[in-house]
């Protein structure tokens, strides 16, 4: 057995600060009130995440790319059969990841143009009707419990091969290394500081898009007509 570099470093930060955010979306939701301006920071913040890791996804170190881990309906097949053999996401785990940054950015976007009707407007809510405004609202908030039961899922799926496989997917996604028989795989190459910053710099472009910077302010009110008394 030899030890490779399995996960960079961008994609385990990805990871876990991902998990916060998600938190700290869902607990500011339930507090309500004041904690709405943080629930919408957190929100934009899932959007910077899920941004850098699709650009990631192409320009990173190699286990971290899409084309590495994305493969069609053979490969799960194959792998289903016992005679798939690799390192980093199987194909099941590569459709587990494909759904989960598929719904997570589904339920940040539709958030940018929610209200919950009393005092909170999403960043993005003067692009769209009121009317269209509400059906996002309605999707954002049934799409929370569609992201529970995918999470629980994922968490199961880590803890089946972990226990049951014995195959700890837990710790290289810590440490970023994993031990493999020799010549069964290679250290990840690629995804350096040029690719990091690239990716870094389009992520910031989305999260100033996303807050509303580039939304017009709406026009003052007219002053209401003084009576002179005349």
């Known amino acids: 057995m030899i030890t490779i570099r399995l996960w960079d470093l961008p994609v385990r930060l990805f990871h876990w600060v991902l998990v916060l955010a998600v938190v700290g979306a869902i607990v500011t939701t339930k507090l309500g009130g004041s904690w709405m301006a943080w629930h919408e920071r957190f929100g934009l913040l899932v959007i910077g995440l899920l941004a850098f890791r699709i650009v990631w996804g192409f320009v990173g170190s190699s286990y971290a790319r899409f084309a590495r881990f994305v493969h069609g309906p053979g490969a799960i097949l194959a792998y289903l059969k016992g005679q798939w053999q690799g390192v980093g996401h199987n194909p099941l785990g590569a459709l587990s990841v494909l759904a989960l940054i598929g719904l997570f950015g589904f339920q940040a976007v539709s958030g940018l143009f929610a209200n919950d009707e009393i005092a909170f407007y999403g960043p993005l809510y003067p692009l769209v009707s009121s009317d269209l405004s509400a059906t996002l609202s309605g999707w954002h908030r049934q799409t929370e419990w569609y992201l529970y039961g995918l999470v629980a899922l994922h968490v199961a799926a880590v803890m089946f091969y972990t226990h049951i496989r014995k195959d700890d997917l837990l710790k290289p996604m810590i440490n970023g290394r994993k031990a493999v028989p020799q010549g069964h795989a290679d250290d990840a190459k690629g995804g ?15 999260v100033w898009a996303a807050s509303g910077e580039l939304v017009s302010p709406p026009p003052a009110p007219e002053p209401a007509p003084q009576d002179l008394g005349w």
Do not use: D, K, Q, T
Not at 192 to 206: E, P, T
């Open 192 to 206: 350096g500081a040029i690719a990091f910053m690239v990716s870094l710099a389009l992520a910031l472009a989305v």
